[in-house]
């Protein structure tokens, strides 16, 4: 599923995202992504950790689903809600 992820970056990154999209005829999204993924590989390699072993798991929480559910719900209620007061 993909999410939307908002990031403060340079003009120049920016250009470069669009370049290569346009030249490799792909997406900004798969740019980025591809960019993300190498990078993340690099990492891995050089500080023998696996990126993807340590976030597995961060889905389990101490709650139950409706709890989770509920404080979401809550959460964007009061979002919708507190520039109308």
Not at 19 to 31: A, F, G
Not at 46 to 75: I, P, Y
């Amino acid at each position: 599923m993909d999410k939307v992820l908002s990031a403060r970056v340079d003009d120049s990154i920016l250009n470069k995202i669009s370049i290569l999209s346009r030249e490799l005829h792909t997406s900004k999204k798969n740019v980025i992504e591809s960019a993300i993924n190498l990078f993340a590989k690099k990492v891995e390699q050089e500080l023998n950790v696996d990126v993807f072993d340590l976030t597995c798991g961060s889905w389990q929480r101490s709650e139950s689903t409706d709890e989770t559910v509920q404080a979401a719900r809550k959460a964007f209620r009061n979002s919708m809600t507190r520039h109308h007061q």
